[in-house]
Nanobody, 125 residues
């Protein structure tokens, strides 16, 4: 059984930081791009970031470049998203996801193969 369990969401002020964690079980992380989508109220699902096991650069959507950092700990089967300099528009539900095609983070044309239950991030003054 595949499970992606997110933790770390919550409330932050603009300019603040949060870190999200995603513990993955039931799949081999090396075969997947692991990362986060987010959905804000009234908006389309957006691919935020994903990371593979290769030496290639992780994907970041333009709005988070320079502010968010994704990393993975293969020994713990866990992926992290460090979110710094948070903005009001970062508010939403963040879903950890796994898919063998990293392109769906750039163009979310379909649902990821696997995803978690979501964790809410609220950025508010």
């Amino acid at each position: 059984q595949v499970q992606l369990v997110e933790s770390g969401g919550g409330l932050a002020r603009p300019g603040g930081s949060l870190i999200l964690s995603c513990e993955v079980s039931g799949i081999t992380l090396d075969w997947y791009c692991i990362g986060w989508f987010r959905q804000a109220p009234g908006k389309e699902r957006e691919g935020v970031s994903c990371i593979t096991n290769t030496d290639g650069a992780p994907f970041y959507t333009d709005s988070v470049k320079g502010r968010f950092t994704i990393s993975r700990d293969s020994a713990k089967n866990t992926v992290y998203l460090q979110m710094d300099n948070l903005k009001l528009e970062d508010t939403g539900v963040y879903y950890c996801a796994a898919d063998q095609d990293p392109l769906i983070w750039a163009v979310p044309s379909r649902l990821p193969q696997y995803w978690g239950q979501g964790t809410r991030v609220t950025v508010s003054p």
